[in-house]
């Protein structure tokens, strides 16, 4: 059980009408740094991390998780272009940025962290992955706090990206950098150190994450997750998944308003906190081998 | 596993065992004029010649196949089975070919059609049916010693009977050029801690861990426990004067409870280059007040990278259970600025406490404490 202490956002449409929006005048305003040679997916996770993180007091071992489909795929997909069609070899720094995890290496520097820093990546289901590894070293006791972000660039042309994502050509597309400041659960804070947590009460309790390998196991967990709250609704990223009635009844579907991208799950999650109160929301993220990637939330 | 010296823990145990390392070379087509780089691929795999995608599933099929052998994983074990894997490529070489094959025959083409980060767990879950949940680590050559770390406290924590562990580095002309590029990749042998080190060479491989649960009693070789930390000194680089490094260590040491005193040898993350060597003999340094026998298994098999972690985790799990330490290959000449020799013969290895490290680019830094008994 996470619940989350504040939360640091960013999202933009992409279309191929124009640039996506230049980062970088917020991103240097927002830094007590001003870092040189990083790439976009680099000033999307500085940016949503550091709109998290002001306002509190992070504890340097505070664990930093990144989940992301894609990383830096601009990047990447600029060295591919000069590797194979004009035949140059990548720059240091573009080739270090390809790396995902030269990500957290920025956001921890600027944040003065200097615990765990993971990288994570689960498809469309990055959010999921790095919510069960925080929790994991929450649980062990190894961090007191995790700083949790999901973070998608957008990519031009959107028709070959959606060409990537294996979408319709036409599909709108996002780009989005969505973060979760979360501790233990009260509950288990108090069993495990004997205390409450210090601090403010919760924004929401993200109550359970889960992978289920089949739509069996899906039922059963829905058939208990459903009924807990009286005003429960339910988001899935996939645009192929069909919320089958006989699974879903009762549940209502709940809009982000939001254009596709990988860690749009991050961003529904993310405008629901901020949206309702004493409201819960379950998450779906479905993947080619059929299996189902689910969250349960519940807002304070 | 699955390694420039052969398949299987057998193979690599026995190649090991003459102390020194292999030199090959690969050439980078496609650049102005060709370049020649040393490289460790693994050779003789029946896949289907230049596929990148075969070979990839080859490797990763065969060194699996090493490690549930004789394991009797039933279907509900296989649905639930958590998978963490490590690597710094994924399929980025798969990607690529079919970007430089896809330009060949139509003269344009987009690049990064594959979606690299899930090419290893969809292969596993398509091959033995393994469903349960997966983590994609990419945190440079800290990417599968991350994913040992979280896969003992999943197990730890009761979340899962067993765990898989997958570490895996294939070819691919990114990883190389930038390699290349950075000015890192020595001429001809790795020679880590060596007074004449000029860099490293990359290696290609597969390492794979099954987890499980295991009682006081039991004997074998068990993870105790281990540290990851971030250090913000440089990107590319530790801190040389050892600092970050003597931290990760500590850490580690407290979180497993054994005493500096206690450990036995220490596997060492020894790249052979000389800023990570001088950061690394300086942080052991700073730990221990005389320093345990160490080694580098880098001069064997290459710098596998993200798959280092479990490749040479591994390798020191079989080395354990023969009772023996490798000598570290590619060490002839001591460099009195670090103030440390690795050893250079084969040792016996008693029942104990036993170190293993390793760096990586982000400032990613890991330290892990097996137990042999």
């Known amino acids: 059980m996470l619940e989350v202490i504040s939360l640091g956002d960013y999202y933009a449409p992409i279309n191929d009408a124009e640039p996506p929006p230049a980062l970088r005048d917020e991103v240097n305003a927002i830094c007590g740094e001003r870092f040189r040679r990083i790439d976009r997916f680099i000033q999307l996770c500085l940016l949503g991390a550091a709109r998290c993180a002001q306002g509190n007091d992070l504890d340097n071992h505070t664990g930093l998780y990144i989940g992301s489909r894609f990383a830096a795929i601009c990047n990447t997909i600029q060295v591919q272009q000069q590797m194979f069609v004009q035949g140059q070899l990548p720059k240091p720094a573009q080739f270090i940025n390809t790396l995902s995890n030269s990500a957290g290496y920025y956001v921890a520097r600027n944040l003065n962290l200097q615990g765990k820093n993971i990288f994570v990546s689960r498809g469309n289901a990055s959010l999921e992955a790095a919510l069960q590894l925080a929790q994991l070293d929450l649980e062990s006791g190894q961090i007191k706090q995790a700083l949790i972000g999901v973070v998608d660039e957008g990519v031009q042309p959107t028709v070959q990206h959606c060409q990537r994502l294996g979408i319709a050509a036409t599909t709108p597309l996002g780009e989005g950098s969505h973060w979760f400041l979360v501790r233990l659960g009260a509950n288990e804070s108090r069993g495990k150190l004997g205390i409450r947590p210090r601090g403010n009460p919760g924004l929401a309790t993200i109550h359970a994450v889960a992978t289920l390998a089949d739509d069996s196991s899906l039922q059963e967990w829905l058939s208990h997750y459903a009924l807990l709250h009286r005003r429960t609704f339910i988001y899935s990223n996939s645009l192929s998944k069909k919320l089958d009635d006989s699974l879903y009844s009762g549940l209502a579907a709940y809009n982000p308003h939001l254009d596709y991208y990988p860690a749009n799950t991050g961003g529904a999650l993310l405008r629901f906190i901020k949206q309702y109160t004493d409201a819960s929301l379950i998450t779906l993220s479905t993947d080619d081998a059929g299996r189902t990637h689910v969250t349960y939330s519940q807002t304070a | ?373």
């Open chain 2, 1 to 373: 596993m699955v390694t420039a010296l052969g398949h299987g823990q057998k193979q690599n145990f026995d190649a090991m065992q003459s102390g020194k390392g292999l030199l090959r070379t690969c050439t980078l087509e496609g650049f102005d004029e060709p370049i020649q780089v040393p490289y460790l691929a693994v050779t003789d795999l029946a896949g289907e010649e230049g596929s990148a995608t075969n070979h990839l599933e080859e490797i990763l099929v065969a060194a699996v196949n090493e490690a549930l052998s004789g394991v009797d994983l039933g279907d509900d074990d296989r649905k639930t089975l958590p998978l963490f894997i490590g690597s710094s490529s994924y399929g980025i070489g798969v990607g690529e070919q079919q970007y430089q094959q896809a330009l060949a025959q139509e003269g344009e083409a987009v690049p990064l059609l594959l979606d690299g980060f899930t090419q290893v767990a969809s292969c596993l879950r398509r091959r033995f049916g393994l469903l349960g949940p997966d983590y994609a680590y990419n945190t440079a050559c800290t990417s599968s010693a991350n994913a040992l770390l979280d896969a003992t406290a999943s197990i730890v924590a009761g979340h899962h009977p067993y765990a898989l562990v997958i570490g895996l580095e294939t070819c691919n002309l990114t990883t190389l050029a930038g390699f290349y590029g950075m000015q890192l990749l020595a001429a001809d042998a790795m020679r880590p801690f060596d007074k004449h080190r000029q860099g490293l060479i990359l290696g290609e491989g597969c390492g794979v861990l099954l987890l499980q649960a295991a009682g006081p009693e039991t004997s074998g070789i068990f993870i105790s426990g281990g540290v990851s930390r971030c250090d913000t000194y440089s990107i590319s680089a530790s801190n040389p004067d050892g600092s970050e490094i003597a931290r990760v260590i500590d850490d580690a040491l407290n979180v497993s409870g054994v005493h500096a005193s206690d450990i036995k040898a220490i596997k060492a993350h020894g790249t052979g280059s000389p800023l990570n060597d001088n950061g690394e003999a300086a942080g052991m340094r700073r730990v221990f007040a005389s320093v345990p026998p160490f080694f580098s298994m880098k001069g064997y098999v290459g710098h596998t990278l993200g798959a280092c972690g479990a490749i040479e985790t591994a390798l020191m799990a079989t080395w354990l259970s023969a009772r023996e330490l490798p000598a570290s290959a590619g060490f002839e000449h001591r460099d009195e600025s670090l103030g440390v020799v690795p050893i250079t013969k084969v040792q016996s290895a008693d029942a104990g406490s036993y170190m293993l490290n390793f760096f990586g680019f982000g400032g990613n830094n890991c330290s892990l404490i097996i137990q042999s008994h």
